[in-house]
């Protein structure tokens, strides 16, 4: 790829991302999420999880099907599957699980389920059949819709009319979203020796302090932020959110921008290539060390760290296996390669946001504060990746390919792994899949503005 391709890739990508944002900043409030139904669904968790009485659920489950549903209305809906399990039930079913169905606006209905647990199974013919396997995606429901008292609380009641429907684009997006990583993942698989690794023992300090930014310095940073705003008390996804992609590696985004902005490529590609590598650690690790003590959060670490195999270091081998054996072949792909880690990237967080485009409208948990936190965890990674390279005596030339590798991530890695997640660990509002994809968007502007400093900062000599 040409630095001037390179340059068009940028700016290019940089002007979509200040375009979004910017309509996402002006983007007119016409809905108020529910807030009554989101503290109903902590209530429930937290029942599940020990701290309440499980007649709660009992009652629920009983009172759905003695509703008079004669008096309910028909209503189609898109929204999300809501299953909460209770640690123990004593045996009694309507005391281990409770089903909800959640609006795109944040609406909670209790689904009144069948009595007989053999009208949820697989083939049964009823529209709960196989409902338990559908709580991961956004679905299309068509159900009875009605309100009622019980022991003086008002709740939202529902029950199917047809089996919910997954839509054909989520489900063509949740696809590509996890193609696309595993595509982006081999083809920088296609630039990376084994030499790049052995980088380590020629430019040690560059790589030793990139590593203990990225993993140390970036979470830090992350939690402070997140306790300053108010994010770990107010909206704790948005918190993990926070964590999630400053505990990511970076990705091909900052090998381009480290291209542009005349740092040490090779640097670059070996601090990514490390951070890939030791990911499948300290993603994992990181989350759980800073959330771990958040009472509405559980980790799912196995699925983190599966996640990461799979789609990351699997590929990543793939990719070097090719390089090692076919290095024509490898080659002739790593043009294309290269433009499909930039184009994926936009595509997949404009595809992720527009479709997510209704939790902008609750301005109260993403408004200013929200995109001014999220932009300075990028900005700042980059400013201080300078101060701390400085520090140390490392040159302008390896500085620049440092400061960029802090502050830029693999937001689509990031992405997949709160898509893949956020149900089984009660995301309401989807709070990680949007802090990771804003992210992915800022971070381009935070690049540009950061490369634009480096010429007045961190001059380079024509030999470098």
């Not at 968790?45 to 759905?64: I, P």
């Not at 399990?85 to 606006?105: C, F, H, K, M, N």
């Not at 009641?157 to 839509?167: E, M, Y």
Request: aromatic share 12%.
């Amino acid at each position: 790829m040409t630095k001037g391709r390179s340059g068009n890739h940028i700016w290019g990508v940089s002007v979509a991302a200040i375009a979004l944002v910017a309509g996402l900043f002006f983007y007119s409030p016409s809905m108020v999420m529910a807030e009554n139904d989101a503290a109903l669904y902590r209530q429930l968790s937290q029942v599940a999880a020990g701290n309440g009485d499980l007649a709660l659920f009992e009652t629920l489950n009983a009172g759905s099907r003695q509703m008079d549903w004669g008096t309910s209305v028909e209503k189609q809906f898109s929204g999300h599957l809501r299953i909460i399990r209770a640690q123990s039930g004593g045996g009694v079913p309507d005391r281990q699980v409770i089903y909800l169905l959640r609006e795109l606006t944040g609406k909670v209905h209790i689904l009144g389920v069948p009595e007989d647990p053999k009208m949820l199974m697989e083939g049964s013919g009823s529209p709960y059949a196989g409902l338990d396997g559908k709580y991961e995606n956004k679905l299309v429901f068509r159900a009875k819709m009605m309100s009622g008292n019980i022991d003086g609380t008002d709740y939202g009641f529902a029950r199917l009319i047809d089996p919910p429907v997954q839509p054909a684009l989520d489900r063509i997006f949740k696809i590509s979203i996890i193609l696309m990583l595993f595509f982006v993942m081999v083809g920088m698989g296609l630039t990376l020796t084994f030499k790049d690794f052995a980088l380590v023992f020629t430019k040690p300090r560059g790589i030793i302090l990139g590593e203990i930014l990225q993993f140390g310095f970036m979470p830090l940073m992350a939690m402070a932020i997140g306790h300053l705003l108010g994010f770990y008390q107010q909206y704790p996804f948005i918190f993990v959110g926070m964590i999630l992609i400053t505990a990511i590696p970076g990705g091909v985004t900052s090998n381009l921008m480290t291209y542009y902005a005349k740092g040490d490529l090779a640097l670059s590609i070996s601090l990514t290539s490390f951070s890939t590598v030791m990911s499948i650690v300290f993603t994992p690790l990181l989350l759980a060390l800073y959330c771990a003590s958040m009472p509405d959060v559980n980790i799912p670490v196995k699925t983190v760290i599966q996640t990461i195999m799979i789609l990351v270091l699997i590929p990543l081998v793939l990719g070097m296996s090719v390089r090692g054996n076919w290095p024509r072949v490898a080659a002739k792909f790593v043009p294309f390669f290269s433009a499909l880690g930039i184009i994926a990237l936009l595509a997949l967080i404009v595809a992720g946001v527009l479709s997510n485009i209704h939790v902008f409208k609750d301005t109260a948990r993403y408004g200013l504060k929200f995109y001014s936190s999220i932009f300075a965890l990028t900005f700042l990674g980059m400013m201080f990746g300078i101060v701390f390279s400085k520090m140390i005596g490392i040159n302008n030339f390896q500085t620049r390919a440092i400061s960029l590798e802090t502050g830029l991530r693999n937001s689509s890695l990031a992405m997949t792994i709160a898509l893949l997640v956020q149900d089984s660990m009660g995301d309401f509002y989807s709070s990680m899949f949007v802090t990771s994809g804003l992210f992915g968007l800022t971070m381009y502007v935070a690049g540009i503005i950061a490369i634009f400093l480096y010429k007045p900062l961190l001059p380079v000599g024509e030999g470098d």
